[in-house]
């Protein structure tokens, strides 16, 4: 079932398979997800993942990445769906970049944008 309300950029609230999502874009991607394992491409998936960053054992922000993909490859990403770039994302992205992804080699991150 689908059920839209708008949000402070524009974009519709969706229900997809009783979760609530920020926009159209992440509802798709959710249920492309789920397509994909199916196909035994991806073994799981979660959304909403809460990072936080520190630097220097100061709290600086939380970051919440849309969705950590598990693929059948044994990699892992993460996914943030993107329709607009805000200087707030863009700055949280790069403290992502600099003080998360160096600590966890594993994990690969990944913008889609729409």
């Not at 079932?1 to 999502?21: H, L």
């Not at 196909?39 to 709290?59: F, L, P, T």
């Not at 970049?97 to 690969?108: G, I, N, Q, R, S």
């Amino acid at each position: 079932m689908w059920y839209q309300r708008r949000n402070k950029f524009n974009a519709s609230s969706i229900f997809y398979d009783g979760n609530k999502y920020d926009s159209k874009a992440e509802a798709a991607y959710a249920k492309d997800l789920d397509l994909l394992i199916k196909a035994k491409e991806v073994k799981k998936w979660e959304r909403q993942i809460k990072i936080s960053i520190d630097i220097n054992g100061y709290h600086i922000c939380n970051y919440f990445v849309d969705f950590r993909v598990w693929k059948s490859d044994g990699q892992i990403e993460l996914v943030e769906v993107k329709g607009m770039e805000t200087e707030v994302w863009r700055l949280k992205r790069k403290l992502l970049e600099a003080v998360y992804l160096p600590d966890h080699p594993e994990e690969k991150y990944v913008v889609v944008k729409v």
